[in-house]
Every structure is written in C-alpha cells, then in structure tokens.
C-alpha cells in the first residue's frame, strides 16, 4: 500500500524567516513523482514543486525547494524568505501509475 | 498552465434530492478526470477515477451508486450525487490530466464545489 505522511499538523514562521515541511511515503515502487501542492483558504489547489524519483538533484522553484532522500523515503520542503501569501494548507502527494496520494496537510502560518 | 473550472461552485440542496457537479478542461483534453471530496481541514480523499468512454474505477468504500460519474467527452466529465443527505454535505475536487503534458506527471484541480445538503 502507498502512504504518504505529514507529521507537523501545524508550522508558524516569520516572515522572511525560512520553514521546511516534513513528508514521508512509503511505496514499493521504483517508478514515481513527488509533489507539494498549496491549498490557500480559496481552497484552489496549487502546484508549489515537483521531483521526478529517478533524479537525485533536488527540485527547486524560485523561494521553494525540496530536499529528497529516496532512500529514507523522505520528501520535505522548504520555503527561503516566508512571504504572507505562502500562509495555506500544504498537502505532500505522490504518484505511481495513474494514483495520487496526499498526506493529511501541514497548515502553515506566517507572521508578519 | 492547464485550466480546469468546476460548477457550480457552491450548491445547497434539499435532503432527498439529486445534485449534478460539472468539471471541464478548458484549454486541453482530459482522457482521465479525478474526483475528490475533502472535509473541513482534511486531506483530499480520491473518490473515483473517470475516463473518458468508459465505466468509472471508484475507490473502496465509494458507492458507486450514489455518486454517479459521467465522462462523455474529452472536456467533460460530471458528478452526480444521487439522493443527497447531509452527511454528502462537503467540499469536491476535480482534477485532470493533460495527456500531452511532458512526462504525465502533473494534475490540474479545478477550483472545487461545496455542497451543502439540509
């Protein structure tokens, strides 16, 4: 079975401060795609970052990166110089085949 | 980047009746829609797989019945939650993929619909 989890229920930063997301999965597939998605209080999903399994590079997008450990099954993100607008929910999602599965979300909350 | 609407986007219905969600690709054709319902500060739950000319894969537990999903085109595909009771009440998500998308590795949500059942 495939299982995604995110343990941090909750996270806070400062603004301008940086935070990193927690994920891990497990699957017995050698085969998958890595996800973050946003989801503001509009509740409109939003793409953050993606990483292909088979490339060890890290993913990065602007203030946004991942740091994957394929072995460890570990997948978290982290987000340089915390903006107001990054404050949503944050869904960790993995994809085999034509599956996606999400972890249970990390609210994030940014201080001004 | 792709485009997915839903609609309508907010609905309220009377216990007993029959509510219809529409979800469209707008700017690319979907051979594969998903449907998701998520509760209040919960993850996305996968209800069904929907592909275009063909039967729907529901998730275990998804009643395939009450949930009635239609994929008749390639820009189309509709919920249908049959006989509504409050407990259908929440919010649902479609996505799609867009099969000329470079390695099939991204789905494109639309902006989900709230139903509320009385």
């Known amino acids: 079975a495939q299982t995604v989890t995110q343990s941090q229920p909750e996270m806070s930063v400062q603004e301008a401060e940086t935070v990193t997301l927690s994920c891990t999965y497990d699957?017995?597939?050698?085969?998958?795609?890595l996800f973050w998605y946003k989801q503001p209080p509009s509740r409109q999903m939003i793409l953050v970052i993606r990483q292909e399994a088979y490339k060890q590079q890290n993913a990065t997008e602007n203030r946004f990166s991942v740091n994957f450990q394929k072995a460890a099954k570990s997948f978290s993100l982290k987000i340089s110089d915390s903006q107001l607008g990054d404050a949503a929910m944050y869904f960790c999602a993995f994809r085999t085949g034509n599956q996606f599965y999400f972890g249970t979300g990390t609210s994030l909350t940014v201080i001004p | 980047g792709a485009v997915v609407s839903q609609h309508p986007s907010r609905v309220i219905c009377k216990s007993g009746t029959s509510v219809k969600i529409e979800c469209r690709s707008l700017d690319f054709q979907a051979t594969t829609m998903f449907w998701y319902r998520q509760f209040p500060k919960q993850s996305l739950m996968l209800m069904a797989t929907s592909n275009e000319g063909s039967k729907a894969t529901y998730e275990q537990g998804v009643e395939k019945d009450k949930f009635l999903i239609n994929h008749a085109s390639l820009t189309l595909s509709t919920l249908t939650v049959t006989s509504a009771h409050p407990e259908d009440s929440s919010f649902y998500i479609c996505?799609?993929?867009?099969?000329?998308?470079?390695?099939?590795?991204?789905?494109?949500f639309g902006p989900g619909t709230r139903l509320t059942v009385l």
């Open positions: 996505s799609a993929r867009d099969p000329w998308e470079a390695g099939w590795n991204e789905q494109f």
């Open positions: 699957t017995s597939e050698s085969d998958y795609y």
